[in-house]
């Protein structure tokens, strides 16, 4: 069974920078892909950044140049450096993994709210 255990959210004034992490355990052979995930008050639950297990980063362009995600395998762990926050950041950002076959494994989130 995987777990994924999401951490660093918390409020922050615009402007400002976050770090989350999201620390994986249990079988997670073949989870390759490693991505962020956020959902707004009232909205939908939208990607925000992706990693491949090569390294390959894509971005959301709401958020392309201000947010990096990295991956350490070695901690199994996957961060969402987040900087220059804006007030439409706020939400509930999730980790998730995804293998070969498409399947998912969801966190169960860590809030961020930035105030203006």
């Known amino acids: 069974q995987v777990q994924l255990v999401e951490s660093g959210g918390g409020l922050v004034q615009a402007g400002g920078s976050l770090r989350l992490s999201c620390t994986v355990s249990?079988?997670?052979?073949?989870?390759?892909?490693r991505a962020w995930y956020r959902q707004a008050p009232g909205k939908q639950r939208e990607w925000v950044a992706s990693i491949t297990s090569g390294g390959t980063r894509n971005y959301a362009d709401s958020v392309k140049g201000r947010f990096t995600i990295n991956r350490d395998d070695a901690k199994n762990t996957v961060y969402l450096q987040m900087n220059s926050l804006k007030p439409e950041d706020t939400a509930v950002y999730y980790c998730k993994l995804t293998n070969q076959y498409g399947m998912n494994q969801w966190g169960k989130g860590t809030l961020v709210a930035v105030s203006s």
């Open positions: 249990g079988s997670i052979f073949g989870f390759d892909v």
